[in-house]
């Protein structure tokens, strides 16, 4: 089947594509659940099964994702144990990520959002829950975004065969998405050393850069200074709140930004909207 016959086909039937994506993106966030918890660690996500924390194999029919964690009203069936609404919010992500893709999203784009999305989720769990992101999951998505940079033009907005080579839109796409990965890269690599110099600590992780540098590849230059100047915006604005309510307090609040889920959710952002917030911004000037 080709692009074009998928196109024809989800356009008669953009519902069930949106609900279909929807539902497979519950049992990818059900996998990044099971990623999140082990390689940071180092584990095979692969082996052994699903085990309860007290060491009981969970059995498969728990595993339903977002049903499984209902039915038990959230405590583990072997132990009693709460389990975290992690599990069942990380699920329903992953499902409300890709069907929205598959709704709003052009064929093309909604394709490469099916790596882009659920390996965001992943990067933001895994900092979120260890503060320690794996590399292979961020170099993973730097290679992704450039080979479906290669595979699919529509990501950078270049046609398939409009000009009379039929590999321009290709080469054109694929160049975005290498300039995009060097304006990441160089952008935090800069930001880390000033940063370090001037507040005397670790300012970015190499996470940060490699993160950057993957955003970079699915939305190109812009794509790479939106995620990071926006992802900075909301990596503050997260923070806020705590940082507010302990100063009241007197005490010395949270001393690290969330930056990584604030980078992915820039991304994303930029991803589904960017060019059209662009506009907006410079047609209300
Ligand atoms: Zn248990």
Not at 151 to 158: R, T, V
Not at 237 to 254: H, M, N, Q
Request: hydrophobic residues 55%; glycine residues 14%; proline residues 6%.
């Amino acid at each position: 089947m080709s692009l074009a016959d998928l196109e024809t086909l989800r356009a008669a039937h953009t519902g069930w594509f949106a609900l279909a994506a929807g539902l497979v993106g519950l049992c990818v966030g059900s996998f990044l659940n099971v990623c999140a918890h082990r390689l940071p660690k180092g584990e095979s996500v692969v082996t052994p099964g699903s085990r309860c924390a007290c060491g009981e194999p969970i059995p498969g029919w728990l595993n339903l994702p977002l049903l499984g964690w209902l039915m038990l009203r959230g405590r583990a069936r072997c132990c009693g144990v709460p389990i975290s609404a992690r599990y069942p919010l990380l699920e329903l992500a992953g499902g409300l990520a890709l069907a929205a893709a598959w709704a709003w999203l052009p064929t093309d784009k909604a394709l490469g959002a099916c790596a882009l999305l659920p390996l965001l989720l992943l990067l933001a769990a895994c900092d979120l829950d260890s503060m320690l992101v794996p590399d292979a999951p961020n170099f993973l998505l730097v290679a992704a975004g450039l080979a479906l940079s290669a595979a699919l033009p529509g990501i950078h907005g270049q046609g398939m065969a409009e000009a009379s080579w039929p590999w321009t839109g290709h080469v054109a796409s694929l160049g975005e998405a290498l300039a995009g990965v060097a304006a990441g890269t160089a952008l935090a690599w800069w930001v880390r050393i000033l940063g370090t110099v001037w507040a005397g600590k670790e300012a970015m992780g190499e996470a940060d850069i490699i993160l950057c540098a993957g955003l970079g590849a699915f939305g190109g230059w812009s794509g790479a200074l939106f995620a990071f100047f926006g992802g900075s915006v909301i990596g503050v604005l997260l923070v806020l709140p705590a940082l507010i309510k302990a100063r009241l307090r007197g005490e010395s609040g949270p001393t690290a930004v969330p930056f990584v889920p604030a980078l992915a959710l820039a991304g994303a952002i930029w991803y589904f909207r960017g060019p059209e917030l662009v506009g907006l911004w410079l047609g209300n000037r």
